[in-house]
Every structure is written in structure tokens, then in C-alpha cells.
């Protein structure tokens, strides 16, 4: 659903996959500002159909084993099998929603 969103260039929704900034001290306390911020930035730049190229090539990551029961790592790898981007999801236990941690 967050490629989808991104497909239709909804950068308010697809922000809303992610989790909110939980620092304090950060300006974006309690806000998706930076992903909305950094996801406008593709958009404007005409780098979102790339994003969505790699978004699309995500598999779960070869050491989820080591995650904790609340996280789950995918990645997208190179031709030469280096890890390109890591998609890291974390799982609210209060609200049983999954949301994406850092990408």
C-alpha cells in the first residue's frame, strides 16, 4: 500500500506508513515531517519512479533471525549482492499496525 501511494505521488499518504519522530528534542517531534519532507524531494525531483524501481525489489532481509518479534528487516540488494536499501519495519504492539522505522 505505501508503493501504491507512491505510484499515485500521494506523498501525505504514503508518509503515514512510517512511524512518528519520537525525539524530544527533534523540531519534528511527534510529526512525520522529515519522511514527508524527503519524499516531496523525490517528488519534485522527478525521483520517485526510481524509489518505487527499488521499493519493489525489497525481500526480507537474511538476518530477520537476529531482529526482535516487533521488527522485521527488508532489503533490496545489486547485482552484485550488496545490500542497496534497507527497509526496516516495527510492529506498535498497542495497536497491532505495522510501520515503516527507517528507510
Known amino acids: 500500500m505505501f508503493i501504491e501511494a507512491l505510484k499515485r505521488e500521494d506523498i501525505e499518504l504514503a508518509s503515514k ?5 519520537t525525539d524530544t528534542q527533534d523540531p ?4 512525520r515531517g522529515k519522511i514527508f519532507s524527503a ?12 524509489l ?3 521499493l519493489s ?8 533471525q537476529s531482529l526482535d518479534d ?5 532489503v533490496s540488494y545489486d ?4 545490500v542497496e536499501i ?6 506498535n504492539k498497542q495497536s497491532n499496525i505495522w510501520k515503516i522505522a527507517s528507510l
Not at 28 to 31: F, I, S
Not at 86 to 91: A, I, N, P, S
Open 28 to 31: 519534528d517531534y511527534l510529526t
Open 79 to 82: 547485482k552484485d549482492e550488496n
Open 86 to 91: 534497507t527497509l526496516l519495519m516495527v510492529l
Open 17 to 21: 506508513y512510517f512511524m512518528l519522530e
Open 57 to 64: 525489489t525489497l525481500k526480507p532481509s537474511r538476518s530477520n
Open 70 to 74: 516487533g521488527d522485521y528487516e527488508f
Open 39 to 50: 519524499l516531496e524531494n523525490y517528488k519534485t525531483q522527478n525521483k520517485l519512479g526510481g
Open 52 to 54: 518505487i524501481s527499488i
